[in-house]
């Protein structure tokens, strides 16, 4: 099994910055396409940032030119980078690896933003 393993969650008021951290093994992390979710109370678990094996990132439009996914290979770690945040950012951040047709998760960390 393989185990992510997230941090970085919190509270901040709005306008505030987070920076979520994800480690992974490194077999898995320098083979898989890494993803960060999140998912607020009652809502769909969503898309927020995708980076590929060939650093291509993207981003949903919610989050676009506020957040940045980024990694360290030397590390084993992604990192979300959460700037300008708003009230509606609140939710439970998730990391995913996409790897041999698997989805792997971690277990999730709380952002809350303020008004």
């Known amino acids: 099994q393989v185990q992510l393993v997230e941090s970085g969650g919190g509270l901040v008021p709005s306008g505030g910055s987070l920076r979520l951290s994800c480690t992974a093994p490194r077999s898995t992390f320098n083979n898989a396409v890494m993803n960060w979710y999140r998912q607020a109370s009652g809502v769909q678990r969503e898309l927020v940032a995708t980076?590929?094996?060939?650093?291509?990132?993207t981003y949903s439009d919610s989050v676009k030119g506020r957040f940045t996914i980024s990694r360290d290979n030397a590390k084993n770690t992604l990192y979300l980078q959460m700037n300008s945040l708003k009230p509606e950012d609140t939710a439970v951040y998730y990391c995913?690896?996409?790897?041999?047709?698997?989805?792997?998760w971690g277990q999730g960390t709380q952002v809350t933003v303020s008004s």
């Open positions: 995913n690896a996409h790897y041999l047709l698997q989805d792997f």
């Open positions: 980076l590929t094996l060939s650093g291509i990132a």
